[in-house]
């Protein structure tokens, strides 16, 4: 029995259109150029490094991500601090494609997935965020259309953070 909390698994991995009945996001921006600049990146998200960086605090039950591994997202401080269980669906550290994509578990704010990928295009290095998700908590529900901005905003911070972790 799956511990998910959505049954499309894998969607932001797959080629085809994500599910329907949820928010959908798709953010890509260029990080730079070269082997160098994808080997960091990837591994900076692999390593839970980029997350850390943006000022989550990921607890995974592995140093990188692979397929079932669990990782309890914090989101704030002390009694405001949100806690986002998931497990890892896919990932791929590959010659031009490094990255992974997490799946809500019961007791997440959030139904649905969210996939992070690195990508070399040639000697272009693109970051991808993929997501597709919906309220699982009133606290969501209730934040409306406030929550899919907070997520395109996060994306976007994640791109920024990622450019400079891949250029240092």
Known sequence: MSGFS???TGATRA????????AHLYYRTRLGQGPAVFAAAGDAVLSWRMHRAVGVRPAADAD?????????????????????????????????????GYGTLA???????EGFLV????????????AFSRPARWYTRAGG??????????????GRVLRRLARA
């Not at 007791?107 to 997935?113: M, V």
């Not at 259309?145 to 994640?158: D, M, S, T």
């Open 15 to 22: 080629d085809g259109p994500l599910p329907e009945g949820y």
């Open 107 to 113: 007791g997440h704010p959030e139904c649905g997935e």
């Open 119 to 130: 990508q070399r295009e040639g000697d272009a290095v693109w970051f991808t965020v993929t």
């Open 6 to 8: 959505y049954p499309e």
């Open 64 to 100: 990188r991500a692979a397929p079932g591994v669990r990782v309890r997202v914090l989101l704030g401080v002390g009694r405001l601090a949100l806690s986002a269980p998931c497990e890892v669906v896919w990932a791929v550290d590959g010659e031009v494609e490094a990255g992974f």
């Open 145 to 158: 259309p406030l929550v899919p901005l907070f997520q395109q905003l996060y994306a976007r911070r994640c």
